[in-house]
């Protein structure tokens, strides 16, 4: 899978990273094309090849009162007018067999979820729309298991496979990254660094996941010295009230700070 092939993605020939970036979820279109026109002016400035993320649906919820959205059409449209009105390919998360079709039509990668990554029939789908497929490792499965979901995505008749690392439960309420599996990882397909979900503290008695933002930085960097080909970051300007993932979210006024750094990290692990 090369950067190159996905549509309006800029910046290709660089060396840096790629950046996978936005809310986790949609809730509006001003609130998106804040973030999305943020991030871009970031992105176009450090060179770094820009997709922006957004959820249109939040399936996989702690409670039932929990926000999912603002409407499954609704939101895919404000997903596609930021890819319009700012010329930058787009993702969203997928959770059944017919979001793939009706989710392909809006987006340019279809991520599969952590939890999900498993139901063959879910990753078989997203492949055969001929969409990018960014497989997300369960926080319950090893690096080496990856192979097999990339498999799918071969067998279903697609070379359009990323796999994202988004941690490992590490007890109950809490994740850990084992940098370990970047380079076994790369050896199936690219592979990028889900850093704020990384950070997650899941299964609060409270019903709402707690985070970890203040090692944001940290977590990123080790990803860039470990030679990620891509860094996925959520991101709000208002992360205390996102109505979904605030607590381990990046402040928007941070991201270009954070950018900087991991750019010029990659430079110089580039001269090694």
Not at 159 to 182: L, N
Not at 240 to 248: L, P, R, T, V
Request: proline letters at 4%; aromatic letters at 6%.
């Amino acid at each position: 899978m090369k950067l190159q092939d996905i549509p309006k993605l800029k910046h290709t020939n660089s060396d840096n990273f790629f950046l996978l970036c936005g809310p986790c979820a949609i809730e509006n279109e001003d609130m998106a094309f804040r973030i999305a026109e943020r991030v871009l002016e970031i992105s176009n400035t450090l060179e770094i090849p820009y997709i922006f993320k957004g959820s249109f649906r939040k399936a996989n919820r702690s409670r039932i009162d929990s926000f999912t959205g603002i409407g499954d059409e609704k939101a895919l449209e404000i997903l596609a007018k930021v890819s319009e009105k700012f010329d930058v390919p787009t993702v969203t998360d997928i959770h059944e067999v017919s979001d793939a079709a009706k989710a392909a039509q809006y987006v340019d990668v279809l991520q599969i979820p952590a939890f999900l990554v498993r139901q063959t029939d879910l990753v078989v789908a997203a492949a055969k729309t001929g969409k990018v497929v960014n497989l997300k490792k369960g926080q319950f499965m090893s690096p080496e298991a990856m192979k097999h979901a990339v498999q799918k995505v071969k067998d279903a008749g697609s070379d359009k496979a990323w796999i994202t690392d988004r941690g490992t439960m590490f007890g109950y309420q809490d994740m850990i990254v084992d940098f370990r599996g970047i380079p076994t990882m790369r050896e199936f397909a690219p592979t990028v660094l889900d850093v704020t979900h990384s950070l997650q503290q899941p299964n609060q008695s409270a019903g709402v996941t707690g985070g970890r933002p203040d090692m944001i930085e940290t977590i990123a960097r080790a990803g860039i010295v470990n030679n990620v080909d891509g860094i996925f970051i959520e991101t709000h300007f208002d992360p205390a009230n996102a109505k979904s993932d605030g607590a381990n979210m990046l402040h928007l006024d941070n991201l270009e700070g954070l950018m900087t750094n991991l750019v010029a990290i990659r430079k110089l692990v580039n001269t090694l």
